[in-house]
């Protein structure tokens, strides 16, 4: 029979303490047992036992994750959660001395830069419902409406036809925390909104709703059915990308940017009640402000 390691001893008595005392769920034991064992491992690859390391090797095994095996930062962070959460159980059992991950930083969580379309890409999408029937203009409306104005998905299928203004080409829009504010469209919205309401909408109509957007049978559009939509209007094109309606707002914003709008104005129509929130768009702008500068500035690189 193997002999149990005294480090294996220690984890077993720590997930007994997690499941029995703490009431931590098994995904979260497991997590953590998987991030403490993957610790283990590497302080035997190292020569050093578990209850005696120092700072030093706590930073140590910090970049062996990030520069060796290319650990993400949030990864990175979990895996050190779990190890402070294990040293802590021991230092309160007088097995160490002190908490040595206490004194490791974490690390910042990388941003994820918010995916939206390119100007191309957009014409494309616009191209694909068939204007001349009720469906194909709901569609086109749903595409336009969204781009136009940046709403979110859950405001768009609560917009009623009553909330529209077509002389100032505005729509009151009910947003988070029952908040309302007032978005404007182009255009090109008009235009099929205009054809929609005369026309596609009509049909569509069965149960004299009072909604912008109906199903095929009269009823009021759910998100759900909007996300639906966009997939099979993005099927019917060459575009390799996934969509969804938050997809269509962040091109909304980031085009704004991109074409010199403030980033207050952005932050207004969007509905976002702190400017932070809008912030993460000026990533994406600078990003494009970069690649014009490096493809038209003549030094910008040197020509073979």
Known sequence: MKKMRKEDKYLEDYTDYLTYQRNYSTYTINNYKRDII???????????????????????????????ISESNSSIDRKLSALRSFYKYLFNNKLVDSNVFNLLNGLKKQKKL????????L?????????NTSIGQ????????????????????????????????????????????YVS??????????????????????????YLFLNKNGGELTERGVRYILD???????????ISPHMIRHSFA??????????LS???????????????????????????????????RKRD
């Open 185 to 210: 469209f182009g255009d090109y919205c008009d235009e099929i909104l205009n054809k929609y309401l005369d026309d596609g909408y009509l049909l569509l109509n069965k149960k004299d709703s009072k």
């Open 232 to 242: 099979g209007i993005i099927n019917k094109t060459t575009i390799s990308k996934k």
């Open 38 to 68: 993957q610790f283990f491992d590497y302080l035997n690859r190292e020569g050093l036992f578990f209850l005696d390391i120092e700072y030093n090797d706590t930073r140590l095994y910090l970049m062996y994750l990030k520069d060796e």
């Open 123 to 131: 014409e494309e999408l616009f191209n694909v419902p068939n204007i």
């Open 266 to 300: 952005v932050q207004k129509l969007l509905g976002h009640d702190s400017i932070s929130a809008t912030q993460v768009y000026t990533h994406v702008s600078t990003e494009r402000i970069k690649d014009v500068y490096y493809h038209s500035f003549p030094r910008a």
């Open 138 to 181: 709901r569609d086109s409306l749903i595409l336009e409406m969204l781009y136009a104005t940046g709403v979110r998905v859950g405001e768009l299928v609560s917009i009623k036809v009553s909330d529209i203004n077509l002389n100032d080409r505005s729509i009151k829009i009910l947003g988070k925390g029952n908040k309302e504010r």
């Open 114 to 121: 918010p995916r939206y379309f390119e100007y191309n890409e």
């Open 254 to 263: 980031t085009h704004l940017l991109n074409e010199g709008c403030d980033l």
